[in-house]
């Protein structure tokens, strides 16, 4: 695993077992099966493009 980026910062977060389930789903469809951490980065970089 690399070292993480030099101007990041950890967050824990708890989700229902259900929203796992869904990111997992999500996951899946990726063509490299990103890690839990990664599908969520895509995620909210995805949702933040679209808002502007």
């Keep these: 695993m690399a070292p993480p980026k030099k101007d990041t910062q950890a ?9 796992i389930e869904k990111i997992d789903e999500l996951r899946r469809a990726e063509t490299d099966i990103p890690t839990r951490p990664e599908m ?11 808002i502007g």
């Design 11 to 19: 967050l824990t977060l708890r989700l229902e077992t259900q929203v």
């Design 40 to 50: 969520i980065r895509r995620m909210l970089e995805r949702y933040m493009s679209q």
